[in-house]
Nanobody, 123 residues
Framework: QVQLVESGGGLVQAGGSLRLSCAAS????????MGWFRQAPGKEREFVAT????????LHSDSVKGRFTISRDNAKKTVYLQMRSLKPEDTAVYYC????????????????WGQGTQVTVSS
């Protein structure tokens, strides 16, 4: 069992930065692929980024590539999303998810989900 709690969201001006954190509980955190997803009002949840068990492999969606960076610290059982050069279209609730395989992340069918943290980017 893994419980996930996101933090770090807030209101920021366009061009600004935020770092989201997702703290996990459970002994098997390091066995999971971790992903960040977001859902804007009236839109479906979309994939943002994912990172492998060891942190050696990462994937970022085209919409955030070069601006967002996912990372993890298994000792702290935490995954991060560093967001730079934020745009109004990045406004959404951001969720972290955990899955035991990459395909589940890519399909958005994570085994565990956090409750989400709101990110609002003003123009």
């Amino acid at each position: 069992q893994v419980q996930l709690v996101e933090s770090g969201g807030g209101l920021v001006q366009a061009g600004g930065s935020l770092r989201l954190s997702c703290a996990a509980s459970g002994r098997t955190f390091s066995s999971y692929w971790m992903g960040w997803f977001r859902q804007a009002p009236g839109k479906e949840r979309e994939f943002v980024a994912t990172i492998s068990w060891t942190g050696g492999s990462t994937l970022h969606s085209d919409s955030v590539k070069g601006r967002f960076t996912i990372s993890r610290d298994n000792a702290k059982k935490t995954v991060y999303l560093q967001m730079r050069s934020l745009k109004p279209e990045d406004t959404a609730v951001y969720y972290c998810g955990a899955a035991d395989r990459l395909t589940a992340i890519q399909r958005g069918t994570c085994e565990y989900w956090g409750q989400g943290t709101q990110v609002t980017v003003s123009s």
